[in-house]
Every structure is written in structure tokens, then in C-alpha cells.
């Protein structure tokens, strides 16, 4: 026993390590389960008394001088790890942070909001499910009027004199402005519409939609028209052109139908405009007088203007995306595209 402790002593003095891996394996060799330390300490438990009493000291400061050798040799290797330098290499470039991208839809919205607030217009909201008073009603579509069939309806509760349904334009949020605002009003409706509407590449049953109304003494066509034109052009580009079509709307009298120039061919004529030279861009009107009534404004003094717009439609003419459902199926590829885009 004696001569096995000197024998351990002696390698504990010239034990020498270089790595933390080398000093771990001198640690399990001397002190692990099957060590040769721990080992003897197994031989002393069933050594007599006397014995006990020869080894017990010496054993002890065996043990010591192991585990006081491992620990410095931890610590040293630490340090002089530390003082060659981090072992990370700060010089290299940091992981690229993938930021998220705005959805083209947002962007479009952004620009529009920004191109009326430009113009003294404020933004409301308004709830997704809507009363049929708010959408149709003080939009002066009297019930049963063949004018609803214009919009396939999603009823979230039938059988009521003021059934609940998903809004089908943010229009019911221009009446509730009229309801609340003072006037003269000046507002913009962004918002997110529903209709029953078959999926296709050309429509979708969820869209995006702005709409406009400004109300004062003395608004006329031209107004409206010169509204129009301005924010074609800010949108658009300077050398956009509008026409209006004759159109119909049962809130607006009277209505049209607005067209930019094809900012793809000038007017030459390509497949995005079909040859024609002009995309449609939105619906528009005077407001009619009902509507004005129905919403407590006295309509012999006050008169306004309304328009509406899809941003998935306008988008699609930014972007040249051919399919209406790109927008909402939120595959990455396509999302991606837009990220140069993103304001931070
Ligand atoms: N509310 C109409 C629609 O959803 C758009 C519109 C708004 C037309 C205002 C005229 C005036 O199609």
C-alpha cells in the first residue's frame, strides 16, 4: 500500500497537461470511479483497524494533492487560453438577422394613405362585421333592391330586420364618419372586405379596399375629378392621364368608373391593358343626396364626393402579378419579392 501511494504521489508531482481535455483524462484515471485513488480508497475500507490508522493520513493527502494538481492545471489552461486571445474569431461577419418584409398589400395601402393624407385627409376604421344599415341601408339601397345583388353577401345573422354580415365595402365606414365627424369631412377607409365570391386568379372572397369621401358646401364633379387626377399621378407616376366611364352606384349620382393610362405601354396598347391603354383603377361618384340625408346632413348645403378602390388590384398593376391569389397564400418566394421595400 505504502509504496502504491508513494508511486501515485510521485505522478501526481509529474503530471503535466496541456489541454482541458488532457487534464480530464488525468482526472478520471486518478479520481474517477475506477481511478487509481479511488480505487485504493476501496482497499482501505476493508482494511482492520490498525492498517486504517497506518494509511488513513496518507491516503488523504493523496487524494488532495490529486484533486489540488487537477485544479490548478483547469484553471491555468483557462488562462492561458485567455490571454492567446477569445477563441471566436470577432473578425468574422455576424449571422445575417433576417428582418421581415411588408406584404405588398400593406405597402400599396402605406402609399395610398400617405398620398391622401398629403392631401388633408384623416384615416377611420370600422368594424369587419358590419350591420346591413351601415352597408346597405344608408347607402341607400332600400331592402330588396336589386342593387344588392351587385355583392354577394356573407350574412352572419339572416332572418333580422338589421341583419349582421362581413361589410362588403369600407363604404359603411364613410357613413359611420358622416354619422360621427364634423364637417366638413375629409377621410380615407382603409379596411378588409368580404363577398362570396368564387376563388379565381381575378377575384377572391377577402380583399383590401380604400375608399375616400369628402363632404362640403359647394363640392362639385370637378373636385372630384381633380382629386382623382392628383393621386393617379402621385401613385402612378407625373405623366399618368385619367378618363372617367359613366357608371353606376347606388350611393353615388352620378357615378363613374375611373381609368390611369397604361403605364406599361403609354397608350400603345399590351397585354396588361388588353390593347385598350387604360387599367381601371376604381369606382367614384357625387355622393347622392339620400345619402346625405340618411346620415343627418342637410344636402341643399352640403355636397361631397366618394371613391373606392381593391389594393389587390392596384397592386397587381405595380407588380405585374397575374394571379389575385399570390396575395393570400403567404408563400415565402413570392413575399421575399417585396423586400426591398421595407422601411425600417
Ligand atoms: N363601394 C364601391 C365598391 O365597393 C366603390 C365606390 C366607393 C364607388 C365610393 C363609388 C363611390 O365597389
Known amino acids: 500500500m505504502k509504496q502504491r501511494i508513494e508511486q501515485i504521489l510521485a505522478e501526481i508531482n509529474e503530471l503535466k497537461c496541456k489541454t482541458q481535455k488532457e487534464v480530464e483524462e488525468a482526472r478520471v484515471r486518478l479520481l474517477g470511479k475506477k481511478g487509481e485513488v479511488t480505487r485504493l480508497f476501496e482497499e482501505f475500507r476493508t482494511m482492520d483497524k490498525e492498517r486504517k490508522k497506518e494509511f488513513g493520513r496518507s491516503l488523504n493527502e493523496l487524494k488532495q494533492a490529486a484533486q489540488n494538481k487537477i485544479e490548478e492545471y483547469k484553471n491555468s489552461i483557462g488562462e492561458e487560453a485567455n490571454a492567446a486571445g477569445p477563441k471566436e474569431d470577432l473578425t468574422m461577419p455576424g449571422d445575417a438577422f433576417e428582418l421581415g418584409s411588408r406584404h405588398p398589400v400593406s405597402i400599396v395601402r402605406q402609399e ?7 392631401f388633408g385627409y384623416d384615416v377611420a ?23 344588392r345583388d351587385m355583392q354577394d353577401t356573407f350574412f352572419v345573422s339572416a332572418g333580422h330586420p338589421n341583419p349582421l354580415l362581413l361589410r362588403t365595402h369600407t363604404s359603411s365606414v364613410q357613413v359611420r364618419a358622416m354619422e360621427n365627424m364634423k364637417l366638413p369631412i375629409r377621410v380615407i377607409c382603409p379596411g378588409r372586405v368580404f363577398r362570396n365570391e368564387a376563388i379565381s386568379a381575378r377575384a377572391h372572397c377577402i380583399f383590401h379596399q380604400v375608399e375616400g369621401l369628402y363632404i362640403d358646401e359647394d363640392v362639385t364633379f ?18 399618368t392621364e385619367i378618363r372617367m366611364r359613366p357608371s353606376y352606384f347606388p350611393f353615388t349620382e352620378p357615378s363613374a368608373e375611373v381609368d390611369v393610362s397604361c403605364n406599361i405601354c403609354h397608350g400603345k396598347g399590351c397585354n396588361i391593358c388588353k390593347g385598350t391603354g387604360w387599367l381601371e383603377i376604381m369606382g367614384c361618384g357625387m355622393v347622392d343626396p ?20 381593391g389594393l389587390e388590384r392596384i397592386a397587381m398593376l405595380k407588380w405585374r402579378v397575374n394571379d389575385l ?3 393570400f397564400e403567404n408563400d415565402m418566394r413570392f413575399l421575399k419579392e417585396f423586400n426591398t421595400s421595407i422601411e425600417v
Open 112 to 118: 395610398i394613405v400617405d398620398i391622401f393624407r398629403k
Open 125 to 147: 376604421e370600422g368594424p369587419e362585421i358590419e350591420d346591413d344599415y351601415h352597408v346597405f341601408e344608408a347607402l341607400n339601397f332600400p331592402p330588396n333592391h336589386p342593387a
Open 222 to 239: 370637378a373636385d372630384l375629378k381633380q382629386a382623382i387626377l392628383l393621386f393617379a399621378r402621385e401613385m402612378f407616376g407625373p405623366e
Open 290 to 309: 339620400n345619402v346625405l340625408e340618411a346620415s343627418g346632413i342637410d344636402s341643399k348645403k352640403y355636397s361631397g364626393f366618394a371613391f373606392g378602390m
Open 325 to 327: 391569389r399570390h396575395y
